[in-house]
């Protein structure tokens, strides 16, 4: 046996008290959320049809720390604090003098870091009221994860999931029934979204949202959740990052990169926030790195444009990076990463030059997880396999330079129930879809006609 410490671990006295609010650091004014009927700036009242009130007072809060309700971090006990690993075989394997560590998010019940923010919104609309919540669902991770939160709390959980992964990942949907929940495929007939978005068989995202909103908007007893871009998901998702700079300051270290993949940017933002705070602060010095796919790439192709979160154009504008609410990605497995959009804490964070990021192709990307899987054991999601590509990337401009540079991995689920993509690449049979700028092109053309953003 060597002395190298492998995993960071710490007590549940340690799951954090509070989570990390960004919004009263992040440089320059906010911008506002609009209506998307009047496109004014939206109220909490505008929202109030589909999220309770303390949700809506966490998403425009101006306090930097917002405290854990007791029973949530009662909950958290269940697979928190996650594991910080120091990943010493990859590092033999690239050959490189860096560092490299990963924060590992997949020891939760529903195998990713969305039970992070699932427990927190189940636990806020049972104590408002609401018997029911409508979620869409991309890969099939945030809608178990809301079926188990929901399960917790004594809420019914209905769940539209988006075509092609209702098709690839079938078990998702088992698991999702397991704990209580309906799952329909999206776009389904049950709506008027869905009825219209017929010709996009594989479905999409925003497609998915804009069901589920309907549904809610519709029903007295019923709210929505979504498990990510919003303020308050990213602050519920802070647990992890405060975690990791205690875990981090066990190792005796300090990351030099920060690297998360983003879909809508929940995960990236709770490793990297309470880093990114001390930053702004002008404590530290880090970098960022931002892992999306090359297929919906829209922090590194998108425009930065007030639009709709949803195909439908029913929820508020958000200023962000966006490919067109109605851009359909093509269908990759990293479901959760086909989304037209990202946070806007996040995006604004990009558009600083805060934050960088990178498209990774999917063969690309599976050779990476590939190679991670066996050197640390996990078979990470396709999701966070990106990040692991830039994670590659960055270990190798380590080697290159001499330098035994810290690099801080963000590994936010397992890949079990993916093992159908990971067939795929195994016997060469995995596509790498284009992006197609056409597509692109035409669905900018129909941004809604909201104030330019200066
Ligand atoms: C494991 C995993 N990682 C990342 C994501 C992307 O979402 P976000 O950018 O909000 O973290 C998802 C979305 O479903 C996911 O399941």
């Known amino acids: 046996m060597t002395d190298e410490t492998v995993k960071y671990v710490l007590p ?9 609010n960004l919004l009263p650091d992040l440089p320059g004014e906010p911008l506002p959320p609009l209506h998307p009927g009047t496109l004014q700036p939206a109220g909490p009242d505008d929202l109030a049809a589909i999220f309770p009130m303390a949700l809506i007072m966490q998403e425009v809060s101006p306090e930097a720390q917002i405290e854990i309700p007791e029973p949530v971090r009662e909950v958290y006990k269940l697979w928190r604090p996650t594991p910080l690993f120091r990943a010493h075989r990859l590092e033999r394997e690239l050959d490189t003098p860096a560092h490299i560590y ?6 939760s019940p529903a195998g990713s870091h969305k039970p992070n923010t699932a427990v927190a919104q189940a ?13 869409e669902t991309g890969a099939g991770q945030w809608g178990s994860a809301l079926a188990f939160a929901c399960s917790l709390f004594g809420l019914e959980c209905e769940v539209f999931m988006v075509g092609s992964s209702y098709d690839q990942k079938p078990y998702r949907r088992s698991m999702m029934e397991t704990w209580g929940a309906t799952a329909h495929r999206s776009p389904s007939e049950l709506t008027e979204a869905g009825r219209a978005n017929a010709e996009h068989p594989t479905g999409s995202l925003g497609i998915a949202i804009s069901e589920a909103v309907e549904v809610a908007a519709s029903r007295d007893d019923t ?3 979504l498990g990510s871009v919003l303020n308050h998901v990213c602050l519920h998702q802070t647990v992890i990052g405060q975690e990791v700079i205690a875990q981090m300051e066990l190792a005796g270290e300090t990351p030099d990169v920060v690297i998360g993949c983003v ?6 933002a709770g490793l990297a926030f309470p880093y990114v705070r001390e930053v702004l602060r002008g404590n530290t010095r880090m970098r960022f790195l931002a892992a999306e796919p090359a297929a919906c790439p829209t ?7 007030y639009d709709f ?16 609410h109605d851009f359909v990605p093509p269908p990759v497995h990293a479901g959760g990463l086909r989304y037209h959009g990202d946070a806007p804490m996040l995006c604004g964070l990009v558009r600083a030059g805060l934050i960088e990021a990178r498209a990774y192709g999917q063969n690309d990307v599976f050779a990476s997880a590939v190679r991670f899987a066996r050197t640390e054991g996990i078979i990470p999601g396709p999701e966070p396999a990106h990040a692991i590509r830039a994670v590659f990337e960055e270990a190798e401009a380590a080697r290159q330079a001499g330098e035994a540079r810290v690099i801080l991995l963000g590994l936010s689920g397992h890949g079990h129930f993916d093992l159908a993509a990971y067939e795929a690449f195994l016997a060469g049979r995995l596509e790498d879809p284009e992006f197609s700028e056409a597509d692109m ?3 900018l053309k129909r941004l809604p006609d909201a104030p330019a953003i200066a």
Not at 299 to 305: A, E, N
Not at 309 to 324: F, I, K, V, W
């Open 12 to 20: 549940e006295s340690q799951i954090p008290t509070d989570w990390v």
């Open 102 to 107: 990963y924060k590992y998010e997949g020891v």
């Open 123 to 135: 636990y806020e609309n049972a104590q408002a009221g609401i018997r029911r919540l409508s979620t």
């Open 223 to 225: 709210n929505y959740s």
């Open 263 to 268: 879909g809508g940017g929940s995960n990236f």
């Open 299 to 305: 922090l590194t192709k998108g425009v930065y444009r």
């Open 309 to 324: 979160g949803d195909t439908a154009g029913l929820t508020p504008l958000m200023a962000m990076y966006t490919l067109g």
């Open 441 to 443: 092109e035409a669905a």
